[in-house]
């Protein structure tokens, strides 16, 4: 079974410039969670999807940050424009829903803004 | 605020020795706890604990949850150098964003050889 994949692994940007991340969860999993992990500390929810409905986007910096998961599968992560404060692992995960909570995790992309 | 702390922050040992991992919680209709090792990147999946006193095991990994005091813990025995990396510990809880996992800080282990 393939795993959780995500597109770039790393990618370095000048503060002010768009970037974007992809994410294809795993086959059949409906629950798609986009995280953010910064050095020495856990994971932090950005936005959770129910197929291709958005339930829980409080965290997600709005003025910035942008996501979408339109036909229920895969997803990207935007921010425009990037800040120094963005630099940080993105995680993307995803779990079958339905009551089964086990989240299941991409390699992450670490991003630089420099 | 739900919470969930991780002890020690970090830990170093040698080849064969055994560590314990805590993990307390605070959390709203609580559901479930969870241990992630994290290597290089992405958190993989360890246990997933819902009942109190049932001990999870895989190989020398174990792990236990108590539900009256609000903590758990993960036991490595015999560890090895492969056993060093970021352990994190999760909570989920029940319904709309409680249903989300909170994670700790986690804690980072060294195993020497």
């Known amino acids: 079974e393939a795993g959780v994949v995500q597109s770039p692994r790393y990618k370095i940007i000048e503060k002010k410039q768009p970037v974007a991340f992809w994410c294809n969860p795993i086959s059949g999993h409906n629950t798609l969670y986009w995280y953010r992990q910064n050095l020495g500390q856990g994971p932090e929810l950005l936005i959770r999807y129910e197929n291709e409905e958005a339930v829980d986007d409080s965290q997600l910096p709005k003025d910035r940050f942008s996501a979408e998961r339109l036909k229920g599968v895969d997803s990207t992560l935007k921010i425009q424009p990037a800040e120094l404060g963005d630099s940080a692992v993105y995680l993307c995960?995803?779990?079958?829903?339905?009551?089964?909570?086990?989240?299941?995790f991409g390699p992450g992309t670490r991003l630089t803004v420099t | 605020e739900d919470k969930v702390v991780q002890s020690p922050l970090s830990l170093v040992v040698h080849e064969g020795d055994t560590v314990t991992l805590n993990c307390s919680y605070e959390?709203?209709?609580?559901?479930?706890l969870l241990w992630y090792k994290q290597e290089k990147k992405a958190p993989t999946f360890l246990f997933m604990l819902t009942s109190s006193g049932i001990e999870k095991k895989s190989g020398r990994l174990s792990s236990i949850l108590d539900k009256k005091e609000l903590f758990s813990i993960l036991n490595i025995t015999a560890t090895q150098t492969g056993d060093s990396a970021i352990y994190l510990c999760a909570v989920g809880g029940y319904g709309g964003s409680q249903g989300n996992l909170i994670f700790g800080k986690g804690t980072k282990l060294s195993v020497k050889p």
């Open positions: 995960a995803s779990s079958l829903g339905r009551g089964r909570i086990e989240e299941y």
């Open positions: 959390v709203t209709n609580f559901r479930s």
